[in-house]
Every structure is written in structure tokens, then in C-alpha cells.
């Protein structure tokens, strides 16, 4: 039996919408997720970071989650790691909150439609790195936050949702992260749900919302 098998059969059984979380940093979206699970929403089954001294993982493991770091030497092996997790964690949905690797089409295109990535930047504005600084430089009047459906391309698939945020004259990037942080919490969580519910599915690379397709983003204020 595996690491992953022993750890989860210790949890008993499962929730049936199951959650796994990919972070390499602090996990404040991880924690934003565990304050709205419960048996009849969606079960965090495992997190995963590619960083073994990620905060993240010491936050689950405090609220008995289980909480594994991926082995990481290259990107070839640490995806082979990951993709073996995924295989035997099977979960509904993967939620990449705050994964700070680029996944390559032989990891994403299994799980296209179940996994999603949450983005702080109104896409397809600032896809990468630095978006608060990003946004600063070329004068802004509005910043925000973005999840989507994960492609192979960064940061660039199917828009789900979005929160937008006012940009003062005196932000900094760091004050502008600091304020969008709380509403980054809940887009995600309510985006999740959404997911959970079916409201939201992916089809045929478009989004839909209810059945119907989705024109623009969804808005969480």
C-alpha cells in the first residue's frame, strides 16, 4: 500500500466530490477552501505541493488532511510523481492554488475540465508572474483575480470567473495583493461550489453556466 493509499484509508470514507489541492507557498486559498468543507460540500482529500517545506502542507496535516510533497529533481520527474498522485487519489476536481509549476499536455489533458487554476489578474491580462506590478506599470484603474479551466497553455484556459478591484492612486503591489487576497478567498470557494453543484461544467471547451454558455465571466464581488 502506498503513502497516499495509507494516509487516505485512515480518513475513513470518502466524501462523494473529492478535492485536490496543488500549492507550493502558504495555502491562504487552501485554508479558504477548508472553512467550507463539510460532508455534504466536498471533501479536501489530499494536498500536494512541490515544495516539502510549503506551508501548505503543514496547514492540512493541522486539520488532518493528507498532505504530501511531490518529488521534484526536474520537471519530467516531478510531473511522472504527480501524475502517479493523481492516479491513485482519483479526484473529482484539482484545484491549483498558488502551484507555482508550469504543467505540461500529458499531465493537464487528462484531467481538462477538472482541474482549475485561480490567477491573480483579470485574464487574459497578465498571464505569469508579477500581475500586481504588472498592472501598476501600465496604469490600471481596475485589478482583479481570474479562475479557470487549466489547458496546457498558461493561464490560458476557458475563463469560469472573476473579482474585480479598484486600484487607489497610493496601491503599491504589495497593498493591492493585501487587499485582493480576501476576494481571491472567495472567488475561489464560490467557484468551487459552483463546480461541485454542476452549475458550472466545461463542454467541448466552452464553459457553461446552468446549460447555458457563458458570455463572460462569472462576477464574485
Do not use: C
Amino acid at each position: 500500500m502506498s503513502e497516499i493509499d495509507k494516509e487516505l484509508s485512515a480518513q475513513g470514507q470518502p466524501n462523494d466530490f473529492r478535492i485536490v489541492v496543488l500549492a507550493s507557498g502558504r495555502g491562504s486559498n487552501l485554508n479558504a477552501l477548508m472553512q467550507r468543507q463539510r460532508p455534504d460540500n466536498y471533501q479536501i482529500a489530499a494536498v500536494l505541493s512541490d515544495k516539502p517545506q510549503a506551508p501548505a502542507l503543514a496547514l492540512a496535516r493541522a486539520a488532518g488532511i493528507p498532505a504530501m510533497a511531490i518529488d521534484w529533481p526536474d520537471r519530467i520527474r516531478g510531473e511522472a510523481d504527480l501524475r502517479r498522485m493523481l492516479r491513485q487519489l482519483q479526484p473529482d476536481l484539482i484545484v491549483l492554488a498558488g502551484f507555482m509549476r508550469i504543467l505540461s499536455e500529458p499531465t493537464v489533458t487528462p484531467w481538462i475540465g477538472r482541474m482549475i487554476n485561480i490567477h491573480p489578474s483579470l485574464l487574459p491580462l497578465y498571464p505569469g508572474l508579477h500581475t500586481h506590478q504588472r498592472a501598476l506599470a501600465d496604469n490600471r484603474k481596475e485589478h482583479g483575480a481570474s479562475v479557470h479551466f487549466v489547458t496546457p497553455v498558461l493561464d490560458g484556459g476557458p475563463i469560469i470567473s472573476q473579482t474585480r478591484l479598484h486600484i487607489r492612486p497610493d496601491d503599491t503591489a504589495e497593498s493591492l495583493a493585501e487587499r485582493l487576497l480576501p476576494q481571491e478567498h472567495r472567488l475561489l470557494a464560490t467557484t468551487v461550489a459552483w463546480l461541485r453543484s454542476g452549475a458550472v461544467q466545461l463542454t467541448d471547451s466552452q464553459v457553461m453556466y446552468n446549460g447555458t454558455p457563458l458570455q463572460k465571466p462569472l462576477v464574485v464581488p
